[in-house]
């Protein structure tokens, strides 16, 4: 299999009522951690979804193709040091912080918090989540394809043939 089926055959795609069914989860993780803001991010750097407050500085696009790219550079300190990869991770600044947690296979939780809350509340709540996350991530991921979705047979040969009848 080449790589643009396999890039094919592993994404996602993701329909209103599944953001709503994340979007939900994000919404009680702030609740309960009373946390500033909570990212889904896909491992590419993708914001998935987001809910809360924006960040200060930069925008949260930015800081989700930031949050992937933290993550990829620690997986090879993680094997240096005789693990797999580290499943979380936290960055703490003198006023905010943020908890980055693998969830499954293929995304990334964001925590943004400040002295509003404690690591301690994040993590815990962030774990729970996690595991609610990756729950609808497996649902949306083994959701048969609904007919019609994919390209036809003769698709390329068609394109081609209405672009020679627009010239």
């Known amino acids: 299999m080449g790589r643009d ?30 946390a500033k803001a909570a990212l889904l991010i896909d491992k ?11 960040a200060n500085q930069g ?7 930031l949050v992937a790219g933290s993550f990829a ?3 090879e300190l993680a094997r240096q040091l005789g693990e ?3 499943t979380t991770m936290v960055h703490q600044g003198a006023r905010d912080a943020i908890q980055l947690q693998l969830v499954g296979d ?3 939780l964001g925590v943004l918090f400040d002295e509003r809350t404690n690591l301690g509340l994040v993590r815990y709540y962030s774990g729970e989540t996690s595991r609610h996350l990756e729950e609808i991530l497996t649902d949306i991921h083994n959701r048969p394809a609904p007919a019609g ?3 036809s047979a003769h698709f390329g040969a068609d394109a081609a043939a209405a672009l020679d009848n627009l010239f």
């Open 5 to 34: 089926q396999e890039l094919r055959n592993n994404r996602l795609v993701f329909y209103a009522q599944d953001v709503a069914r994340l979007d939900g989860e994000l919404d009680s993780l702030l609740e309960l951690s009373n």
């Open 149 to 151: 979705a994919g390209l």
């Open 44 to 54: 590419e750097g993708h914001m998935v979804t987001r809910r809360g407050e924006a």
């Open 73 to 75: 550079a620690t997986r």
């Open 59 to 65: 925008s949260m696009d930015s800081i989700a193709a």
């Open 106 to 108: 293929r995304t990334l």
């Open 84 to 86: 797999s990869q580290f």
